[in-house]
């Protein structure tokens, strides 16, 4: 059984900055691509970012040059630092794994990250 758990959402003015971190625990594979999926109210979740084992990156165009994912092996643990926050980045958060590249098998309960004025 694997659990992740999110936490570091929270309430940030526009152009702030958070950092959500996500643990995760059981029989999960060092090698499992790591991600994070959001879902604002009203819209369906999406893609925000993956991180393989080996370090390779993507990222939603919408958060390219303000979001970066990255991941802590030892740790089994990944990150997500948001710079240059808008209103519109405000969902909550979830955080995946999986065995390989375009296959979820497991997501966290979700944070909640909120910029506003």
């Known amino acids: 059984q694997v659990q992740l758990v999110e936490s570091g959402g929270g309430l940030v003015q526009p152009g702030g900055s958070l950092r959500l971190s996500c643990a995760a625990s059981?029989?999960?594979?060092?090698?499992?691509?790591m991600g994070w999926y959001r879902q604002a109210p009203g819209k369906q979740r999406e893609f925000v970012a993956r991180i393989t084992s080996g370090g390779s990156t993507n990222y939603a165009d919408s958060v390219k040059g303000r979001f970066s994912i990255s991941r802590d092996n030892a740790k089994n643990a990944v990150y997500l630092r948001m710079n240059s926050l808008k209103p519109e980045d405000t969902a909550v958060y979830y955080c995946t794994a999986g065995a390989v590249v375009g296959v979820i098998g497991y997501w966290g309960q979700g944070t909640q990250v909120t910029v506003s004025s």
């Open positions: 059981g029989s999960i594979s060092s090698s499992a691509v």
